[in-house]
T-cell receptor, first 113, second 112 residues
Framework: NAGVTQTPKFQVLKTGQSMTLQCAQDMNHNSMYWYRQDPGMGLRLIYYSASEGTTDKGEVPNGYNVSRLNKREFSLRLESAAPSQTSVYFC????????????FGQGTRLTVV | GNSVTQMEGPVTLSEEAFLTINCTYTATGYPSLFWYVQYPGEGLQLLLKATKADDKGSNKGFEATYRKETTSFHLEKGSVQVSDSAVYFCALTSNAGNMLTFGGGTRLMVKP
């Protein structure tokens, strides 16, 4: 069972470069999420998509854009990377709203130099 | 807004010791509460959950009881193993939406 798959696993960018983090889930989930994880701060929500065709800002959306390409895929784009975006990024999905378990990918470790 | 506060780590225990990781929350409505665990190099996975007051979630010897009167969801295990070494996150999702709000995480290290 693949679950939630993220690519790439590691990436180093120079300041000002752009890149897209890819995420796909094979569980037919309606909702998908992008989080960043920083030491001592837990996970913070960047953007989420409650259903195909919709996206909404989370707690820390500045500097990011997202695309819900179809029900399976939800990508995160950094248009002009900054050192403050150095973090571990996790994609997650869940069946639907309310009281639902989230399934997480293995993460992308991004370093911006 | 919603928030989750959990004890800072790291927590270092000897094998077979008793574990408690404290978690308190602030939320509107009637949140569901979760404990997620992250093993080294992996993503988070659900450990246990409780969806209403006085519910007890349990899994793999871990337990947590939803205490609405104290807005708490403390994680306990009677006898930890080396394999329990991981980072533990308390989280909630309120009925206002489907977003998970996480605490800062507590690293547990269990020594043989």
């Amino acid at each position: 069972n693949a679950g939630v798959t993220q690519t790439p696993k590691f990436q180093v960018l120079k300041t000002g470069q752009s890149m897209t983090l890819q995420c796909a889930q094979d569980m037919n989930h309606n909702s998908m999420y992008w989080y960043r994880q920083d030491p001592g701060m837990g996970l913070r929500l960047i953007y989420y998509s409650a259903s195909e065709g919709t996206t909404d800002k989370g707690e820390v959306p500045n500097g990011y854009n997202v695309s819900r390409l179809n029900k399976r895929e939800f990508s995160l784009r950094l248009e002009s990377a900054a050192p403050s975006q150095t973090s571990v990024y996790f994609c997650a999905s869940s069946v639907a709203r309310l009281n639902t378990e989230a399934f997480f990918g293995q993460g992308t470790r991004l370093t911006v130099v | 807004g919603n928030s989750v506060t959990q004890m800072e780590g790291p927590v270092t225990l000897s094998e077979e010791a008793f574990l408690t990781i404290n978690c308190t929350y602030t939320a509107t409505g009637y949140p569901s509460l979760f404990w997620y665990v992250q093993y080294p190099g992996e993503g988070l996975q659900l450990l246990l959950k409780a969806t209403k007051a006085d519910d007890k979630g349990s899994n793999k010897g871990f337990e947590a009881t939803y205490r609405k009167e104290t807005t708490s969801f403390h994680l306990e295990k009677g006898s930890v193993q080396v394999s329990d070494s991981a980072v533990y996150f308390c989280a909630l999702t309120s009925n206002a939406g489907n977003m998970l709000t996480f605490g800062g995480g507590t690293r547990l290290m269990v020594k043989p």
